[in-house]
């Protein structure tokens, strides 16, 4: 039986123009709407909008051609052959000279008010992420797209690490609508913390940042397109950069000392950590190389000593057993430092719980998905204030093989050998190997190594933090 939908009771938009015109030789009504809809009729009534699927229009002799996009209902669609979208051109020629420039008036009218459309973009593009195909997805499926926009692109290859942090840091940001990032996680979290090192990072943060996916992992992308039902792929992606949809973020600052480091992902210590940074020697396989890797490190299974504290957030009081925590007073900065020094909040009033190793893993997290296989945080929120925590202590091998299956609809959070809670602060203290005191762990921060311990992997190259104790901190709404 048919259902009402309560938009169906709105009155009708008003239309911009209606006239007669020739749609594939014959003559025939078309209106646009005040609301940004085209309307025809061809067999039966057919209609686009501007908001959603024109992405721009072009004059050729008496024809009128409109870029736009058709969404690919009930089709299976991979990541790389174009996403939920095709492009398709619509013509039609109106009968007369002054018809045809009042069409082209009221559609740049009409296009030229839509709110949130990014005019000009910095836009970085990875070469050297996952596959290494950042280059090929940028020129066949994303800049194709943002030529029809008629999208201004200001394009920069990534040559180095941390060459995208440099640059924003540094760059005038004034003329650009938003940043893009064609990559994986990483170069986002570079581009980041540039802004946030920016002495008018405040301005900076308004700015936004859009990925698109062509790494290894992509969780934010994926967290970001999931929840309104879009695939995981360039076109989607850069569809809804261009139609100008922002979510805000939450920032994490994870300190050490003076030292600080801002995370919108994730942050792992013990088995997913070695997982994602170990796994490095098979970068070419691409999100295989996870459950490749993760499988050897599940038969050889390690376990840290250590402490974890945390501010639990309302209803996860019971979690862990009370503690006190002393901030660490050489965390505090000069009035004349530059950028953002995370949220000012006075940690020593806080309830803290705590929770005594060994562990098996601890994953902090910020957003669902930590890649496009890999629900971690069923529950995460972007912008709620808190950050997920998932802790595993002990677990035998073969429930952890069932727990690496459940990965990728989150139902690994349900196991008894799992604790998944909400917090607001937390604290690190990692240990060393229980069976081998003398190697210690890596930990990991949107897939970026925060630090290396003692006969860690690559233990000899230098990191951003010792491995010793952190504090993680959230800001609410921090980013766009």
Same mark, same amino acid.
């Given at each position: 039986?048919?259902?009402? !939908?309560?938009?169906?009771?709105?009155?009708?938009?008003?239309? =911009?123009?209606?006239?007669? /015109? $020739?749609?594939? %030789?014959?003559?025939?009504?078309?209106?646009?709407?005040?609301?940004?809809? $085209?309307?025809?009729?061809?067999?039966?009534?057919?209609?686009?909008?501007?908001?959603?699927?024109?992405?721009?229009?072009?004059?050729?002799?008496?024809?009128?051609?409109?870029?736009?996009?058709? &969404?690919?209902?009930?089709?299976?669609?991979?990541?790389?052959?174009? %996403?939920?979208?095709?492009?398709?051109?619509?013509?039609?020629?109106?009968?007369?000279?002054?018809?045809?420039?009042?069409?082209?008036?009221? =559609?740049?009218?009409?296009?030229? *008010?839509?709110?949130?459309?990014?005019?000009?973009?910095?836009?970085?593009?990875?070469?050297?992420?996952?596959?290494?195909?950042?280059?090929?997805?940028?020129?066949?499926?994303?800049?194709?797209?943002?030529?029809?926009? !008629?999208?201004?692109?200001?394009?920069?290859?990534?040559?180095?690490?941390? !060459?995208?942090?440099?640059?924003?840091? *540094?760059?005038?940001?004034?003329?650009?609508?938003?940043?893009?990032?064609?990559?994986?996680? %990483?170069? =986002?979290?570079?581009?980041?913390?540039?802004?946030?090192?920016?002495?008018?990072?405040?301005?900076?943060?308004?700015?936004?940042?859009?990925?698109?996916?062509?790494?290894?992992?992509?969780?934010?992308?994926?967290?970001?397109?999931?929840?309104?039902?879009?695939?995981?792929?360039?076109?989607?992606?850069?569809?809804?950069?261009?139609?100008?949809?922002?979510?805000? $973020?939450?920032?994490?600052?994870?300190?050490?000392?003076?030292?600080? #480091?801002?995370?919108?992902? +994730?942050?792992?210590?013990?088995?997913?950590?070695?997982?994602?940074?170990?796994?490095?020697?098979?970068?070419? +396989?691409?999100? @295989?190389? #996870?459950?490749?890797?993760?499988?050897?490190?599940?038969?050889?299974?390690?376990?840290?000593?250590?402490?974890? =504290? #945390?501010?639990?957030?309302?209803?996860?009081?019971?979690?862990?057993?009370?503690?006190?925590?002393?901030?660490?007073?050489?965390?505090?900065?000069?009035?004349?430092?530059?950028?953002?020094?995370?949220?000012?909040?006075?940690?020593?009033? $806080?309830?803290?719980?705590?929770?005594?190793?060994?562990?098996?893993?601890?994953?902090?997290?910020?957003?669902?998905?930590?890649?496009?296989?890999?629900?971690?945080?069923?529950?995460?929120? #972007?912008?709620?204030?808190?950050?997920?925590?998932?802790? +595993?202590?002990?677990?035998?091998?073969?429930?952890?093989? *069932?727990?690496?299956?459940?990965?990728?609809?989150?139902?690994?959070?349900?196991?008894?050998? /799992?604790?998944?809670?909400?917090?607001?602060?937390?604290?690190?203290?990692?240990?060393?190997?229980?069976?081998?005191?003398?190697? &210690?762990?890596?930990?990991?921060?949107?897939?970026?190594?925060?630090?290396?311990?003692?006969? *860690?992997?690559?233990?000899?190259?230098? @990191?951003? +933090?010792?491995?010793?104790?952190?504090?993680?901190?959230?800001?609410?709404?921090?980013?766009?």
């Amino acid at each position: 039986m048919d259902t009402l !939908h309560p938009e169906n009771d709105r009155l009708p938009s008003p239309p =911009l123009i209606s006239d007669r /015109v $020739l749609i594939n %030789g014959v003559i025939t009504p078309l209106t646009l709407t005040a609301d940004g809809e $085209l309307q025809w009729t061809e067999s039966a009534l057919r209609k686009s909008t501007t908001e959603k699927e024109i992405l721009s229009f072009a004059v050729e002799g008496n024809k009128v051609k409109l870029k736009t996009l058709v &969404e690919r209902r009930g089709s299976i669609c991979c990541g790389g052959s174009g %996403g939920d979208y095709a492009r398709k051109d619509f013509v039609f020629e109106p009968l007369y000279d002054e018809s045809r420039k009042l069409w082209c008036d009221k =559609l740049r009218q009409r296009l030229d *008010s839509l709110v949130g459309r990014p005019k000009r973009l910095l836009v970085f593009v990875n070469p050297f992420g996952g596959k290494k195909t950042a280059r090929k997805i940028f020129l066949e499926e994303v800049k194709p797209l943002f030529d029809d926009a !008629h999208v201004q692109l200001d394009v920069q290859e990534t040559k180095y690490q941390l !060459h995208a942090k440099e640059m924003v840091r *540094s760059i005038d940001l004034s003329k650009y609508d938003g940043i893009v990032c064609v990559s994986g996680d %990483g170069v =986002l979290v570079e581009v980041v913390n540039g802004l946030l090192e920016r002495a008018d990072w405040r301005t900076a943060l308004k700015l936004p940042i859009g990925m698109v996916p062509a790494g290894s992992g992509n969780g934010m992308i994926k967290s970001l397109l999931d929840p309104v039902g879009l695939s995981c792929s360039a076109a989607s992606a850069t569809v809804s950069i261009i139609r100008g949809h922002r979510r805000s $973020l939450d920032v994490a600052t994870i300190s050490q000392g003076t030292t600080k #480091f801002f995370s919108v992902l +994730m942050l792992a210590w013990g088995l997913v950590a070695d997982i994602d940074i170990e796994s490095e020697k098979f970068r070419w +396989m691409g999100s @295989a190389r #996870f459950d490749v890797y993760g499988l050897q490190r599940i038969i050889c299974l390690r376990q840290y000593n250590g402490r974890i =504290l #945390f501010v639990p957030a309302p209803g996860f009081e019971s979690n862990g057993q009370p503690a006190s925590y002393n901030v660490d007073k050489e965390s505090s900065v000069s009035d004349k430092t530059l950028g953002y020094q995370g949220p000012d909040t006075n940690l020593e009033d $806080l309830e803290w719980r705590e929770i005594k190793g060994p562990f098996v893993s601890v994953w902090l997290h910020n957003v669902p998905w930590g890649a496009e296989n890999t629900l971690a945080a069923p529950n995460a929120k #972007f912008s709620d204030g808190f950050l997920d925590l998932i802790v +595993m202590k002990d677990c035998p091998k073969l429930a952890l093989l *069932s727990l690496m299956t459940k990965l990728s609809d989150g139902t690994h959070v349900q196991s008894p050998y /799992v604790s998944y809670l909400k917090v607001k602060a937390f604290v690190l203290e990692p240990g060393a190997r229980i069976d081998e005191e003398d190697k &210690e762990g890596i930990i990991d921060s949107d897939g970026e190594v925060l630090a290396r311990g003692r006969r *860690s992997y690559k233990c000899d190259e230098k @990191a951003l +933090m010792s491995y010793g104790k952190l504090q993680i901190t959230v800001d609410q709404d921090e980013m766009r």
